[in-house]
T-cell receptor
Framework: KQEVTQIPAALSVPEGENLVLNCSFTDSAIYNLQWFRQDPGKGLTSLLLIQSSQREQTSGRLNASLDKSSGRSTLYIAASQPGDSATYLCAADSGSARQLTFGSGTQLTVLP | SAVISQKPSRDICQRGTSLTIQCQVDSQVTMMFWYRQQPGQSLTLIATANQGSEATYESGFVIDKFPISRPNLTFSTLTVSNMSPEDSSIYLC??????????FGPGTRLTVT
């Protein structure tokens, strides 16, 4: 059974810093790894999806990498802004049924 | 991406009653899922609701408690039956578009008193 872990659980940084959020998974036989953002009381916004054949994906100030062999993914946020404050969730897609296993999230606070 | 709406956005219900949550998508999708997010927790998959087949429930979730309908490719409902305070959660539907990426609705925040 796939298990997904995110470290740290919470992170507070000053505006402008570059930061890295970590995600690890126990079963390396994943199809995809998807990163989401969740604002308080809201649904999930898809940020990046990395397919198993890819090593990284980029969107604006966000860059996500995937290392299946080590069971790790990282989300890099460049030049953080207060608007980046949210909970970031990673989720592993481990089968053709497209069911996601979520980590517990990293709550990010970017201080102005 | 798809536009996904859920109704109601929130509700407060008494224990022992049932609530039906609707999920509407602006495009036709085969794969649809229902997740639960308990307070302070991450998301847990309740069931897969693919059109044309019976819903498939994950361990710990049963049809009598969470009946699901999927009448067409753009709509689904999840009913939370005989509610207790432990059912207080955010319930989210999601869909898969173009094979891989999954998109979520805004969620329904349920409080059971």
């Amino acid at each position: 059974k796939q298990e997904v872990t995110q470290i740290p659980a919470a992170l507070s940084v000053p505006e402008g810093e570059n930061l890295v959020l970590n995600c690890s998974f126990t079963d390396s036989a994943i199809y995809n790894l998807q990163w989401f953002r969740q604002d308080p009381g809201k649904g999930l916004t898809s940020l990046l999806l990395i397919q198993s054949s890819q090593r990284e994906q980029t969107s604006g100030r966000l860059n996500a990498s995937l290392d299946k062999s080590s069971g790790r993914s990282t989300l890099y946020i460049a030049a953080s802004q207060p608007g980046d404050s949210a909970t970031y969730l990673c989720a592993a897609d481990s089968g053709s049924a497209r069911q996601l296993t979520f980590g517990s999230g990293t709550q990010l606070t970017v201080l102005p | 991406s798809a536009v996904i709406s859920q109704k109601p956005s929130r509700d407060i219900c008494q224990r022992g009653t049932s609530l039906t949550i609707q999920c509407q998508v602006d495009s036709q999708v085969t794969m649809m899922f229902w997740y639960r997010q308990q307070p302070g927790q991450s998301l847990t998959l309740i069931a897969t609701a693919n059109q044309g087949s019976e819903a498939t429930y994950e361990s710990g979730f049963v049809i009598d408690k969470f009946p699901i309908s999927r009448p067409n490719l753009t709509f689904s409902t999840l009913t939370v039956s005989n509610m207790s305070p432990e059912d207080s959660s955010i319930y989210l539907c999601s869909v898969v578009l173009w094979g891989y990426e999954q998109y979520f609705g805004p969620g329904t925040r349920l409080t059971v008193t």
